[in-house]
C-alpha cells in the first residue's frame, strides 16, 4: 500500500482533474460506488440493514451522498444526516446531494446539539454507520457537536462503521488525533482506479 500525505493526496486528485482530464464528479462518484461495491464484499447482507451517513458539507460528504444514493436504490432503509444546512454544500457535492434527494431518501441537517439528540433513532438502530464527516483536509482539532457526533460513534459498539477515506478526526500527514477521531472497522479510499483499504478496530 502506498501511503501519501494530505497535500500529495490533495495533489492526487487535482493532476486528475486538470491534467488528466477526469472531472471531480467522476471521482466522486467512483469513489462512493467502490465503497458501496467494498461494503457488499464484506457484508452481503448489507442491504438488509439500516445505514446511517454521517456526511460534511465538502467533497468527503459528496462521497457519502453517493454511497447513500447507491444503498437507498438497492432498497436499504437509508437515512442521511448532514452536518451543515444544505445551502452550504457546494460544488460536486451539492450535485449528488440534489441527485440524492430525488431519490426520496431521508436527508436531515443537523447544525445543532438538539437535532442531534433527534436524530438519535436513525443513529443508534443502524446496521452500518458510514463516515463521511471530514475527510483528508482536517487541519484543526475537532470540537463542539462533531466531536459529540465522533465520540457517539465510538460509542456504539453494534454497528458497523466505516470510513471515507480517512476515519474524521485523524490527520492524514501523521496519522495524529485531532481531538477525537472516529474508529472505524474498514477505510476506503478510491484513486485514480486503485483501491487501497485498511481494516482496523
Known amino acids: ?33 467502490g465503497m458501496y461495491q467494498k461494503i457488499l464484499e464484506l457484508m452481503p447482507e448489507a442491504r438488509g440493514k439500516r445505514i ?4 460534511g458539507r465538502g467533497n468527503n460528504g459528496g462521497d457519502g451522498f453517493v454511497i447513500a444514493r447507491y444503498f437507498h436504490l438497492a432498497g436499504a432503509r437509508v437515512a442521511t444526516l448532514l452536518f451543515s444546512r ?46 463521511a464527516l471530514l475527510g483528508t483536509g482536517l487541519s484543526f482539532e475537532v470540537s463542539g457537536l462533531l466531536r459529540k457526533v465522533i465520540e457517539s460513534v465510538n460509542e456504539l459498539g453494534s454497528a458497523f462503521v466505516a470510513a471515507v477515506d480517512i476515519p474524521s478526526g485523524i490527520d492524514a500527514t501523521t496519522g495524529a488525533v485531532l481531538g477525537a477521531a472516529v474508529r472505524a472497522r474498514l477505510t476506503y479510499m478510491h484513486s485514480m482506479g486503485d483501491r487501497a483499504l485498511g481494516r482496523g478496530q
Do not use: C, Y
Open 1 to 33: 500500500m502506498i501511503i501519501l500525505s494530505a497535500r500529495q493526496m490533495q495533489e492526487l486528485d487535482r493532476a486528475t482533474i486538470h491534467e488528466i482530464g477526469i472531472p471531480g464528479i467522476v471521482l466522486m462518484e467512483n469513489a462512493g460506488r
Open 52 to 55: 446511517t451517513v454521517l456526511a
Open 86 to 131: 444544505a445551502d452550504k454544500v457546494q460544488g460536486d457535492a451539492k450535485t449528488n446531494l440534489e441527485a440524492l434527494k430525488k431519490t426520496g431518501a431521508v436527508v436531515r441537517e443537523i447544525t445543532t446539539e438538539e437535532q442531534w439528540l433527534e436524530a438519535g433513532s436513525d443513529f443508534r438502530h443502524a446496521g452500518i454507520i458510514i463516515d
